[in-house]
C-alpha cells in the first residue's frame, strides 16, 4: 500500500497529512516543497532520536537542509515553559530566523512542547509534526493546538498553530512500547464510535492486526482516524462552535479520573476506555443507545487489554471532579453521548443520572 494523504482544508492555514510506511526518509523533499530556508532544527526526546533521529537528521542534510537536533528530555514534566526557554535560547544562539523550521519528532509531549515554541519563536516559525506514537498520529499531531503545562493546570498556556504539514510513518510504531500502543487505540477506538458502523465494524474485524502493527491495516485506520478529525477541525477549527468538543468523547469521566488518581496510576488510554464506557451508560439510562451498542465498548476495549470499570470504589471524589472540572468551564453537566452509533452529541446531563452511571461501571 502506498502512501496516503488526507488534506485539512482551513484555506491559507492548510495542509497535508501524509501517513506511510517507510516514508520518514521522504522528509526532506517534502519539506523543500514547503519551505524556503535551508536551516532546520528537529526537536526530539533522547529515545525517539536514537532510533530515528539518524533517518530524519541524514535525509534532511542529504536535501540540503542545515539540520540541528536538539533534544529534550522525556516526560509529561518537562512539557513546560522552563523546557521551552531552554529551546528558545538554543535557537536564537543557532542565529535561527523567521523562516527557517522546526520539525518535531516524537509523541504528543514533543509535539505540544515544540509547536509551542515554533508558534512564538520570533512570532512564528515554520513547523513541521513527525508523529512517531498513535496517539500522536492519530489525535495531537493534527489540528494544530499546542502548548506547555502549568503547575495549575495541563495544556495552560498555549495556542493554535497549525503545522505546514504532518508526516506520520506508521512503522516507527514498532518501536512504541505496547501500553503506548494500547492507549493510542482507545483514541483509535473513539474514532470509531464517533464515525459509525463502517470504521467501528472494520475495527471489531481487524483488532489483531492493528494490535500486531500490521502494516496495510495500521495505515488505513490512521487514515481513516486524521480524515474524521480533519473533517471535525476544518468546521471547528478554534474549539468555539462545539463540534470540536466531540472529540472529547469518554474524556469526562477520563480527565477526572486522571485527576484523582494524580495522573501515575493510569495512562490516558485506559481513563479514557473507562470514560467511554460510563459515556455509554450514561446514553444507555437516558435511553439514547441500547444495552448493545454499550455491550460494543466493553468487548472492543476488552480485546485491547484496557479497562473497562472505575478501580477505585471512590466513586463521590470522581463525580466531584467532574462538577468542579465543568464549573471552572463555565460548563453545565455537558457530556459528550451518541443518540446512537456514529451520532454523537453534547447532553445535559442531571447529576444524579451521572452518578448511577458511575456506580454502574464500578
Ligand atoms: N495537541 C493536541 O491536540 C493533543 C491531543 C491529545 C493529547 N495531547 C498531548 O499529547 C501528550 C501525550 O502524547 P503521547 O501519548 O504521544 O506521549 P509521549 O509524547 O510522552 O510519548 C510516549 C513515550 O513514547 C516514547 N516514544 C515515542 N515514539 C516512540 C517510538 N516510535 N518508539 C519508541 N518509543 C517512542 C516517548 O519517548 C515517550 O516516552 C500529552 O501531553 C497530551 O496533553 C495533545
Ligand atoms: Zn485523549
Same mark, same amino acid.
Given at each position: 500500500?502506498? =502512501?496516503?494523504?488526507?488534506?485539512?482544508?482551513?484555506?491559507?492555514?492548510?495542509?497535508? *497529512?501524509?501517513?506511510?510506511?517507510?516514508?520518514?526518509?521522504?522528509?526532506?523533499?517534502?519539506?523543500?516543497?514547503?519551505?524556503?530556508?535551508?536551516?532546520?532544527?528537529?526537536?526530539?526526546?533522547?529515545?525517539?532520536?536514537?532510533?530515528?533521529?539518524?533517518?530524519?537528521?541524514?535525509?534532511?542534510?542529504?536535501?540540503?537542509?542545515?539540520?540541528?537536533?536538539?533534544?529534550?528530555?522525556?516526560? =509529561? /514534566?518537562?512539557?513546560?515553559?522552563?523546557?521551552?526557554?531552554?529551546?528558545?535560547?538554543?535557537?536564537?544562539?543557532?542565529?535561527?530566523?523567521?523562516?527557517?523550521?522546526?520539525?518535531?519528532?516524537?509523541?504528543?509531549?514533543?509535539?505540544?512542547?515544540?509547536?509551542?515554541?515554533?508558534?512564538?519563536?520570533?512570532?512564528?516559525?515554520?513547523?513541521?509534526?513527525?508523529?512517531?506514537?498513535?496517539?500522536?498520529?492519530?489525535?495531537?499531531?493534527?489540528?494544530?493546538?499546542?502548548?506547555?503545562?502549568?503547575?495549575?493546570?495541563?495544556?495552560?498556556?498555549?495556542?493554535?498553530?497549525?503545522?505546514?504539514?504532518?508526516?506520520?510513518?506508521?512503522?516507527?510504531?514498532?518501536?512504541?512500547?505496547?501500553?503506548?500502543?494500547?492507549?493510542?487505540?482507545?483514541?483509535?477506538?473513539?474514532?470509531?464510535?464517533? !464515525?459509525?458502523?463502517?470504521?467501528?465494524?472494520?475495527? !471489531?474485524?481487524?483488532?489483531?492486526?492493528?494490535?500486531?502493527?500490521?502494516?496495510?491495516?495500521?495505515?488505513?485506520?490512521?487514515? /481513516?482516524?486524521?480524515?474524521?478529525?480533519?473533517?471535525?477541525?476544518?468546521?471547528?477549527?478554534?474549539?468555539?462552535?462545539?463540534?470540536?468538543?466531540?472529540?472529547?468523547?469518554?474524556?469526562?469521566?477520563?480527565?477526572?479520573? =486522571?485527576?484523582?488518581?494524580?495522573?501515575?496510576?493510569?495512562?490516558?488510554? /485506559?481513563?479514557?476506555? *473507562?470514560?467511554?464506557?460510563?459515556?455509554?451508560?450514561?446514553?444507555?439510562?437516558?435511553?439514547?443507545?441500547?444495552?448493545?451498542?454499550?455491550?460494543?465498548?466493553?468487548?472492543?476495549?476488552?480485546?485491547?487489554?484496557?479497562?473497562?470499570?472505575?478501580?477505585?470504589?471512590?466513586?463521590?471524589?470522581?463525580?466531584?471532579?467532574?462538577?468542579?472540572?465543568?464549573?471552572?468551564?463555565?460548563?453545565?453537566?455537558?457530556?459528550?453521548?451518541?443518540?446512537?452509533?456514529?451520532?454523537?452529541?453534547?447532553?445535559?446531563?442531571?447529576?444524579?443520572?451521572?452518578? /448511577?452511571?458511575?456506580? !454502574?461501571?464500578?
Amino acid at each position: 500500500m502506498g =502512501e496516503r494523504v488526507v488534506e485539512v482544508a482551513l484555506g491559507a492555514r492548510g495542509y497535508k *497529512i501524509y501517513i506511510g510506511w517507510g516514508n520518514l526518509s521522504s522528509l526532506g523533499e517534502k519539506l523543500r516543497s514547503v519551505v524556503v530556508s535551508n536551516k532546520a532544527a528537529v526537536i526530539s526526546h533522547p529515545i525517539v532520536a536514537d532510533l530515528y533521529g539518524e533517518k530524519v537528521v541524514g535525509g534532511l542534510r542529504e536535501a540540503g537542509f542545515e539540520t540541528h537536533l536538539l533534544n529534550v528530555p522525556d516526560g =509529561e /514534566e518537562y512539557k513546560s515553559l522552563e523546557v521551552a526557554s531552554n529551546l528558545y535560547g538554543k535557537l536564537a544562539e543557532l542565529e535561527f530566523h523567521r523562516s527557517d523550521c522546526m520539525i518535531a519528532l516524537g509523541g504528543g509531549v514533543v509535539g505540544d512542547l515544540a509547536g509551542f515554541v515554533a508558534a512564538t519563536y520570533m512570532r512564528g516559525v515554520p513547523f513541521i509534526q513527525v508523529p512517531t506514537t498513535l496517539l500522536g498520529q492519530v489525535d495531537s499531531g493534527i489540528g494544530g493546538k499546542v502548548a506547555v503545562d502549568h503547575p495549575r493546570a495541563k495544556n495552560l498556556i498555549g495556542c493554535f498553530y497549525q503545522p505546514r504539514f504532518v508526516l506520520s510513518d506508521v512503522s516507527t510504531l514498532k518501536s512504541l512500547p505496547e501500553p503506548e500502543v494500547k492507549s493510542g487505540l482507545a483514541e483509535v477506538i473513539k474514532y470509531g464510535f464517533l !464515525e459509525g458502523e463502517r470504521l467501528l465494524s472494520f475495527l !471489531e474485524a481487524d483488532l489483531d492486526s492493528l494490535l500486531g502493527i500490521e502494516r496495510d491495516v495500521l495505515v488505513k485506520v490512521v487514515a /481513516e482516524c486524521c480524515r474524521m478529525k480533519a473533517a471535525i477541525v476544518e468546521e471547528d477549527e478554534r474549539d468555539l462552535s462545539g463540534r470540536r468538543a466531540i472529540l472529547n468523547y469518554g474524556h469526562t469521566v477520563g480527565h477526572a479520573l =486522571e485527576a484523582t488518581t494524580g495522573y501515575t496510576s493510569i495512562s490516558h488510554g /485506559e481513563a479514557v476506555a *473507562i470514560g467511554m464506557v460510563c459515556a455509554a451508560r450514561i446514553a444507555r439510562r437516558l435511553g439514547l443507545i441500547d444495552e448493545a451498542l454499550v455491550e460494543r465498548h466493553v468487548v472492543l476495549l476488552g480485546r485491547v487489554g484496557l479497562p473497562t470499570k472505575l478501580p477505585i470504589s471512590d466513586i463521590d471524589s470522581i463525580q466531584e471532579r467532574i462538577l468542579l472540572d465543568k464549573k471552572s468551564q463555565g460548563e453545565a453537566n455537558i457530556f459528550v453521548l451518541l443518540k446512537g452509533l456514529g451520532k454523537p452529541a453534547l447532553v445535559e446531563v442531571s447529576p444524579q443520572v451521572v452518578r /448511577e452511571a458511575l456506580e !454502574e461501571c464500578s
